[in-house]
């Protein structure tokens, strides 16, 4: 994700209900979460979901529910009588459980399903949610967004429940498939490559399924009156860009950008890890970009504003696409690991901004320096950072997490030298691609890498309160952190 400045303070996720059409559980019905260390409501334990079907009927009308079913594998971890999933803003028609009826009710932002059956541990578990999927209310609260012309997701941090049934935390990571119908009149588009398209009288039911795992908040389906404009990247990639029918011609500088960003990403990393990428250009007023996975979320506006140098534009667009290695392919473990997306995405923005616009990345690197203290004192360290405002949980997105974590990388470069951190890199990315990983995996990675214990030295740049001297900088300085800094 990328913050801009007008909205680095906003709230994006907002209190919503949930109806549902259903007799009570027994008590008690209560939410369970994962217990990751910053949003213990958040996730599901028990179980291991490997694969969504997701189908929705457009009405076409942004402000109208959308019928919906979900239909969820998974394996079951445990011995289940209960199963949560992460559901909210919706109606729940019926749930059935490995093809029974299930009793369900609601707990906080849980849906408490209760199969007629009880699982064993391993055992195969199917789950189909009938369901309403509601895009009404303010447009800052994530999930669906409203647009000019129809629909979008960003489900950053934990919105896609107000979408879809789901285990809604990047810990459990799963394929997708989606069936968008809608008026025939419009396109609908979604993550991974479309199977099908099919016409049935006045509508189209548009088809797409992912060809590797994905975390639910990288989750992106988008309706409306668009074009799909289709092109190669490297290695034959298939590119496709969504933007406004209207928009085709006037966007056309900068959709043509992105097999060079992709060629560019590709000689610092490797191979781009998924089956398709392309940017989808949303009439919306948002306040960020969203890396959702092979088809980015991009405010209109990013490509329209004169104020925008086209340095600038491109690198957002490079920070994007980076976090499809980073964050995406690589995926955190718990929010905690945050610095790994957001970090890394942020380092190779400016470090393409350095090689293509002559933007210095030292510069940038000693201004962040110069405010790590202030940014520590006022989220926490990169790796453990403090959880955020109650109901505000895109605060987490601080500078910290951006500038703060990528000062961290140009630090270990720093340290170990250009050969042994490009070294490190492209072990990360190919070692875990599809996985999860831990910062604890990623300093152990390190060491490995470079043959000495790296631990010492991440102790103080990841957990720090106070920022360690910069390796070849002994003359770079923080700014005192004053208790007017500190708010």
Not at 423 to 452: K, Q
Request: glycine fraction near 8%.
């Amino acid at each position: 994700m990328f913050l801009s400045s007008r909205r680095r303070r906003a709230a994006l996720l907002a209190a919503a209900s949930l109806s549902l059409v259903a007799a009570a559980l027994p008590a008690p019905v209560t939410p369970l979460g994962i217990g990751d260390p910053l949003f213990p409501q958040l996730g599901n334990p028990g179980y291991d979901v490997l694969a969504y079907d997701i189908a929705m009927a457009y009405p076409g009308d942004n402000t109208k529910p959308l019928d919906a079913e979900t239909k969820i594998s998974a394996r079951a971890l445990q011995p289940l009588d209960r199963v949560n999933l992460d559901f909210t803003h919706g109606t729940v028609r019926s749930v059935r459980v490995n093809d029974e009826p299930a009793d369900f009710a609601l707990s906080g932002e849980d849906l408490v399903v209760r199969p007629a059956t009880p699982l064993a541990a391993g055992e195969a578990l199917r789950i189909d949610v009938r369901h309403t999927s509601d895009p009404s209310g303010p447009r800052d609260t994530g999930g669906w967004v409203r647009t000019g012309d129809g629909l979008a997701m960003a489900n950053q941090a934990d919105a896609a429940h107000r979408v879809f049934p789901c285990n809604d935390h990047p810990a459990d990571k799963a394929y997708f498939t989606f069936r968008i119908t809608a008026p025939k009149d419009l396109t609908a588009v979604a993550n991974g490559l479309r199977t099908a398209k099919e016409r049935h009288g006045a509508n189209t039911t548009w088809s797409y399924r992912t060809a590797h795992p994905m975390a639910t908040e990288l989750a992106q389906v988008s309706i409306g009156s668009s074009t799909v404009v289709t092109r190669k990247g490297p290695h034959g990639l298939p590119v496709r860009d969504v933007v406004r029918t209207q928009d085709r011609a006037a966007l056309e500088r900068w959709l043509k950008k992105t097999p060079g960003h992709l060629s560019w990403m590709e000689g610092k990393v490797g191979r781009y890890p998924f089956e398709s990428y392309g940017v989808l250009v949303a009439d919306a007023d948002t306040g960020f970009e969203l890396e959702t996975q092979t088809l980015s979320l991009f405010e209109r506006s990013l490509f329209t504003r004169p104020a925008y140098p086209e340095w600038y534009v491109d690198s957002i667009m490079v920070h994007e696409l980076a976090h499809h290695w980073f964050g995406n392919s690589v995926s955190p473990q718990t929010w905690s690991d945050l610095w790994l997306n957001e970090g890394h995405a942020t380092w190779y923005e400016a470090l393409y901004a350095q090689e293509k616009a002559k933007q210095p990345l030292e510069a940038r690197m000693r201004d962040a320096y110069a405010s790590s203290d202030l940014w520590r004192s006022a989220g926490g360290p990169p790796a453990s950072p403090r959880p955020p405002a109650p109901g505000h949980k895109i605060s987490l997105f601080r500078p910290v997490v951006y500038d703060g974590s990528a000062l961290v990388l140009y630090a270990l470069r720093q340290e170990v030298g250009q050969a042994a951190f490009d070294r490190l890199e492209r072990s990360w990315v190919a070692g875990y691609r599809d996985r999860n990983a831990t910062t604890a995996d990623f300093v152990a990675l390190a060491s490995r890498v470079t043959g000495r214990d790296l631990t010492p030295f991440f102790a103080g740049w990841l957990y720090g309160e106070k920022t360690p001297p910069m390796p070849g900088h002994p003359d770079w300085r923080v700014r005192p952190v004053t208790p007017a800094g500190a708010r």
